[in-house]
Each structure stands twice: as structure tokens, then as C-alpha cells.
């Protein structure tokens, strides 16, 4: 008989038993692939929504996307990442992919949580949990080269809402990396403790940041209250980083 996981020494930040809420992890590129083990981890036991609409794992994939192995290459993403994350996932947790983008229509509920990589894919989220009465949580991850960002917010609040308004902008303006400089582990696997974070202090009813930005190349953290460590060079205002709108061919 197999044993089940014992989440006793975490309770007092995250009680799996008392968040029900669904969780919709949209994108499962750079910083889907690397959410959805620390999300499983945590022990969800209501259901965990995988959503991606690229057919197939591509090999560029491999280095830079957290759940995929070389073996993974050209099966479908969505499908792959929910046959390894049950594994990692309480019993109770019901493990649902969609292979299919997200449109204003789409069934979005509970905690919703972007990590996709062009500005239009993110309004198209927007549209569907903007005043969306059975989300209360959205969060919108982004990274581009070393850096990274993190918004999190009530969709239905007016103030949050006209604050994350300002950072949709079309992709045209947003930086071009380099081919090279796109993607690589780390930024991502960081990203994805600070979504965590903030997602148990949501369940804990903590107020959570509306703004967190990391340069992990210069070890510098931001906040929407500015800096909390080394010496800021950018405030967080109006998009500038190329994170913020890091185009349609810089991959997740």
C-alpha cells in the first residue's frame, strides 16, 4: 500500500485542505514548465489547468523549459507537461490540459496565472478575467534574457486594474533581444518561487506585491514600492525593461 504525502510542516504558509480554489497556469514555456512542480509540491488537491497551444516540444525547448526531457521532443505540450506533473501531484488533484489558447470565452476561474510570451496573448487573458467575478486572483509573469517581473492583482479592482492596463502595449514595442541572450534556466525557476510566494500569502488573505521585478544578472530586486535590495537603476513605472514586451520570437 502506497503512503501519501504528508504536508504537516507547511500548514501555517500553505494548508492544501483549505484552498479550494482551481488553479489555471496559462503558457507552459520558460515559466509555466517551471511552476507547475512547486505548484504540485505544494499539494493541490482541487485542479490544476495546463494551458498551451503549441502542437509539439521542440528541441530549442529543452534547455530552458524546467519539465521537458529530450525524449519529450515532438509530443504535444500541454498533454506531456500534465502526464509529468501527476506524478507530483496530491491524489485529490484533478491535472487538466488545454491545447488550445485562451480567448475572452475561455472558462477561466480561481487563481489564474500567465506565463505567456507576446503581448496580445496577454490581453486576450485580460479580457477573460478582467471583472471576472469567480477569479480573485491573476498574476502575469514575464521574462526576457536575465530579467524577469512579476504582476499580481485582483482583476476586478479598479485601482489594479488601471495600474496593469499601462503595461499592455503592443508587441511591435517591445525589446528584441538578441537570438542568443532569449532564454535560460535560471530566470524562470526564480520567477516561479516568487508566483509561489505570493500565491500562499493569497491563501494566508496576505496582502500580496503588486509589482516585482528581478535583474538576475545584477541581483536586483524592485517592488511596487521600489527598491528592497542593491541599488535601483529603473523604477517601476511605464514598461522599459524587455521583459515587458519581450515579442513574439523570444520563447517563454
Known amino acids: 500500500m502506497s503512503q501519501l504525502a504528508s504536508y504537516e510542516h507547511q500548514t501555517a504558509i500553505f494548508n492544501p485542505e483549505a484552498f479550494t480554489w482551481p488553479v489555471h497556469v496559462i503558457g507552459l514555456g520558460g515559466i509555466g514548465s517551471a511552476l507547475i512542480l512547486p505548484l504540485a509540491k505544494l499539494g493541490l488537491q482541487s485542479e490544476l489547468h495546463l494551458w498551451d497551444h503549441d502542437p509539439i516540444i521542440e528541441p530549442h525547448n529543452i534547455p530552458a523549459q524546467m519539465v521537458y526531457r529530450a525524449k519529450d521532443i515532438g509530443k504535444p505540450k500541454a498533454n506531456t507537461a500534465a502526464e509529468i506533473v501527476r506524478d507530483y501531484c496530491d491524489p485529490q488533484c484533478r491535472v487538466i490540459p488545454h491545447a488550445e489558447k485562451v480567448t475572452e470565452k475561455s472558462p477561466l476561474s480561481g487563481v489564474v496565472i500567465s506565463g505567456v510570451d507576446s503581448m496580445a496573448s496577454r490581453k486576450a487573458i485580460w479580457s477573460a478575467v478582467q471583472f471576472n467575478a469567480k477569479v480573485p486572483l491573476y498574476m502575469d509573469g514575464r521574462m526576457g534574457g536575465e530579467e524577469i517581473a512579476l504582476l499580481t492583482l485582483n482583476p476586478s479592482d479598479l485601482d489594479a486594474g488601471t495600474f496593469y492596463t499601462g503595461w499592455l502595449f503592443d508587441d511591435k514595442d517591445g525589446a528584441q533581444l538578441p537570438c542568443a541572450a ?5 530566470p524562470p525557476v526564480v520567477l516561479a518561487g516568487h508566483i509561489i510566494a505570493q500565491l500562499t500569502r ?3 488573505q496576505l496582502e500580496t506585491a503588486r509589482y516585482i521585478g528581478v535583474n538576475t544578472k545584477e541581483t536586483q530586486l524592485i517592488n ?7 541599488k535601483a537603476t529603473r523604477r517601476p513605472g511605464r514598461p522599459s525593461l524587455p521583459f515587458f514586451g519581450q515579442g513574439r520570437r523570444s520563447r517563454r
Not at 182 to 186: D, E, K, L, Q, S
Request: glycine fraction near 6%; proline fraction near 0%; aromatic fraction near 6%.
Open 182 to 186: 532569449r532564454t535560460v534556466i535560471h
Open 202 to 204: 493569497f491563501a494566508r
Open 224 to 230: 511596487q514600492k521600489g527598491i528592497t535590495h542593491v
